[in-house]
């Protein structure tokens, strides 16, 4: 994906948590972003959980994506890791404030190696300092607008980025709050303290005491008479319409 358009993915996530209208001077580009009036949960941010460090080695996203780091949440180890990489810097510019992001990732060969992973496990020593747009990769911020109220739904998509890039991540459910908790529920106090260190009002610790209370109430309620499908039916499902040609 273009340097640019994985940047509108970025900032795209502000929006649902910004307290007014703020204009970001990046990459030669002007971004105008306007706060919404109303969140909502999808039923699917509970029911599917995922951990991309179930599967050590997978580079998937790091070739698709540029990943913007925010510079001054890294140790500096993690910055000396990242400088190991083909690299480079942006600064980001609202009003006074400046924010510095090191990019990497967007490789383009298939074969790509990232030198970063361990060579015995895969696993990747910078995976929990990742940016923002990489904790929330199946974690949908769906916006609309309906009249003059703008609006937010926080979901998860099965499919997508699956497809795109033939991610390996197949979907669980999450049993208990105490799951949830652990597999979903941490991205968004995450994305708190990454909103904090950019130094503008916003709502994000709002917005993890909104998801946490949605997610109990649904872990407590009755359970409904109608189950939703599981993901193996769901995608067994999709699978049997694309190979008939009905997409």
């Not at 509970?46 to 070739?63: I, T």
């Not at 990497?104 to 923002?132: R, V, W």
């Amino acid at each position: 994906m273009p340097l640019k358009e994985c940047f509108d993915k970025e900032i795209s996530y502000w929006k649902a948590v910004i307290t007014e209208p703020i204009e970001i001077s990046a990459l030669d580009k002007i971004y105008i972003l306007e706060p919404v009036d109303k969140w909502s949960v999808g039923e699917t941010l509970f029911n599917r959980k995922y951990s991309c460090l179930e599967h050590p080695g997978c580079v998937q996203c790091c070739l698709a994506f540029h990943g913007f780091f925010q510079k001054s949440l890294l140790p500096q180890g993690v910055i000396e890791k990242i400088e190991l990489l083909n690299h480079s810097s942006i600064i980001a510019k609202i009003k006074d404030i400046k924010i510095e992001y090191l990019i990497a990732g967007g490789a383009t060969e298939p074969e790509f190696m990232c030198p970063l992973n361990d060579q015995e496990t895969g696993s990747c020593p910078i995976h929990k300092f990742n940016p923002i747009s990489c904790t929330f990769p199946l974690v949908n911020f769906r916006y609309m607008k309906r009249g003059e109220v703008s609006g937010v739904t926080f979901c998860q998509k099965t499919f997508g980025r699956n497809w795109l890039v033939q991610c390996p991540v197949e979907f669980e459910q999450c049993k208990t709050f105490e799951e949830f908790d652990a597999h979903v529920l941490w991205r968004f106090r995450k994305f708190e303290i990454y909103m904090n260190a950019i130094g503008i009002s916003h709502r994000a610790s709002e917005l993890v005491e909104f998801i946490a209370d949605e997610a109990q109430k649904f872990y407590t309620a009755k359970p409904k008479k109608k189950q939703m499908r599981n993901e193996k039916e769901r995608k067994d499902k999709l699978d049997e319409r694309y190979e008939g040609g009905l997409w």
